[in-house]
């Protein structure tokens, strides 16, 4: 008979954190009792990393910073552009734009395991456009800056100095016209 558990049969299964004890007769009216023992689910590692740079461009040096958190972590394994290392810290290097996963495994002593995935964002060089032709024909329409970080301040002024756009999160969505249409 087991205590802590509706479960009757002799190997019990999917417990939950509790305590359980097991006691036993036999054929002779003899009695014998194991526990209690007390079932506490392991809590595991959780994955987390930065980096920094926080927006890299392309040949820039990203330090990679494993923050993850939990007792007895001994692997720390990261995926970076199609590559497997294992250290706890990484520095790398991308050499194209785009956007990139970036995958940290981490297990602990007890075999508990737990991974993250966070996608960077690999900047090119900032190139800004020195001509808009708004006319329909669907080029140069926008005015649009290759290698924009997130929130990047802008100020357009006129040949005359006068601001014609201003923003703190530019988003390569400006079509030339003014505050006054």
């Keep these: 008979t087991w205590t802590g558990t509706t479960q009757t049969t002799l190997d019990i299964t999917n417990l939950s954190d509790g305590s359980y004890s097991l006691t036993v007769e036999d054929g002779n009216g003899c009695i014998a009792t194991f526990g209690p023992t007390t079932l506490v689910t392991p809590t595991g590692p959780t994955a987390a990393f930065v ?33 497997t290392i294992s250290t706890t810290d990484i520095t790398y290097t991308f050499t194209q734009e785009g956007d990139y996963p970036v995958t940290l495994y981490v297990a602990d ?48 002024v006129n040949r005359w100095g006068n601001i014609v756009l201003e923003t703190d999160d530019y988003k390569n969505d400006w079509n030339g016209k003014d505050s006054s249409g």
Aim: glycine share 6%.
């Design 109 to 156: 002593q007890s075999g508990c395991v737990d991974s993250v995935t966070q996608i960077i964002t690999v900047y090119s060089v900032l190139v800004i456009p020195n001509v808009m032709t708004i006319n329909g024909d669907n080029v140069n329409e926008m005015f649009e800056i290759k290698g924009l970080k997130p929130n990047t301040s802008l100020i357009v």
């Design 51 to 83: 980096w920094n740079p926080a927006n890299p461009d392309v040949d820039e040096v990203i330090s990679f910073t494993n923050s993850s958190t939990g007792a007895n972590i001994i692997l720390d394994q990261w995926t970076i552009d199609g590559q």
